[in-house]
């Protein structure tokens, strides 16, 4: 978690916030933010479904998902991760706590939406402990409430995004289309940091605000809406395949079933469940790599439960739980071999806020 000046830092908060939900994909403009209390006193949350009136999904006449914000609103997300990873002998630890705060700002000709996203605050805590020895190697925490220019500077890929407005630009299925300009969010993690970048630099740095820090937290929020409808069991499944490094990629497959459907004031909200299952694979070595490697084993393995609005797409709550792990033999020129073990566990709860 300790900062190190390069564009690394923005690795690590992407890593709280991913690291293995990636695979399972399972502020405002004050002109046109509308009335927030008035959204805050009207808006669903999962809590209300408690003694609603309720249907099975198969017979709620669902047939697919289509996100239906409305220009003006206002929705407070919290985020929770628990994780840990890694060799019993250098294993991290690491939970963090996220507030952010999503502002409609217009619904575009195409029906998407421009988003203005806008991170409030930011709780994490971290380790790594040689599990072996029973010794704590590293322990740290930041928490954004403190506001020391030695903190900031400590911290500069947690600090740098708070209280900034980034646009965000969403389809109707919940997927991120763009994000908007975060040259601001760059600057500040240089000058916290106390490196220059270069051009190059800036440009990698950039790159991995927008896509590993505001898409992951947009693809993070959503279910993934099924692209040809529910079937008539009112499930569906998603397989995709993922970048985990330079040499590997994870294939998942995810299975989602829309259970109970309950009527919160005039609202349909459903209950989906989902089971994950997949595999690590190998990229193709560069020609001329110095070793090879083999996945001579892997697993992943993984469930979620969320609540969202069926009829407008809206995510009231989300957790999902998935565990990786990996064994790979790697071969040098010279004959040597070695046998490398990797495990990772996430839990990882979303709650849309009154």
């Known amino acids: 978690m300790e900062a190190r000046p390069t564009v690394s830092v923005v690795r690590r908060l992407a890593g709280v916030v991913v690291t ?28 209300d479904t408690s003694g609603a009136t ?49 502002t409609v700002r217009a ?6 939406f421009e988003t203005v996203v806008r991170f409030d605050s930011i709780a994490v805590t971290g380790s790594v402990k040689n599990t ?29 995004i708070i209280g900034e407005d980034v646009v965000v630009y969403m389809s ?10 975060v040259t601001p969010i760059v600057k500040k993690i240089s000058a916290l940091a106390g490196q220059p970048l270069s051009p190059q630099m800036t440009e990698q740095l950039t790159a991995q605000v927008k896509t590993g820090v505001y898409a992951a937290f947009m693809l993070q929020e959503f279910v993934p809406y099924p692209e040809q409808g529910l079937d008539s069991n009112a499930s ?47 990229r193709p070595l560069p020609p001329g790599a110095p070793m090879s490697i083999a996945v001579t084993a892997s697993s992943i393995t993984g469930s979620s439960k969320s609540v969202i609005d069926v009829d407008r797409g809206i995510t009231l709550a989300k957790r999902n739980a998935i565990s990786m792990s990996m064994t790979a033999l790697v071969r040098a020129p010279g004959g040597q071999r070695q046998e490398l073990s990797q495990s990772q566990s996430s839990i990882t709860t979303i709650e849309l806020l009154r």
């Open 107 to 112: 619904v575009r000709s195409d029906g998407s």
């Open 236 to 282: 569906w499944v998603n397989e995709q395949v993922s970048p985990l490094s330079e040499i590997f990629t994870v294939a998942t497959k995810a299975s989602y079933a829309l259970g109970d459907v309950y009527e919160v004031r005039g609202q349909r909200i459903g209950v989906i469940a989902a089971t994950v299952a997949g595999a690590v694979k190998l």
């Open 172 to 181: 109707t299925n919940g997927r991120v289309e763009q994000v908007g300009d």
């Open 132 to 160: 072996r020895a029973g010794v704590t190697l590293m322990e740290q925490s930041y928490r954004s409430a403190d506001t020391s220019e030695a903190n900031r500077k400590r911290f500069p890929q947690f600090a740098s």
């Open 20 to 47: 293995v939900g990636l695979w399972l994909t399972f502020t405002s403009c004050q002109q046109d933010a509308g009335d927030p209390q008035k959204v805050a006193q009207s808006q669903v949350v999962a809590a």
């Open 54 to 102: 309720k249907s099975p999904g198969v017979s709620a006449n669902v047939r697919s998902f289509t996100l239906r914000w409305r220009a003006g609103e206002v929705f407070h997300y919290r985020i929770e991760q628990v994780s840990e990873g890694g060799p019993d002998t250098a294993r991290t630890y690491s939970s963090s706590t996220h507030w952010y705060t999503r």
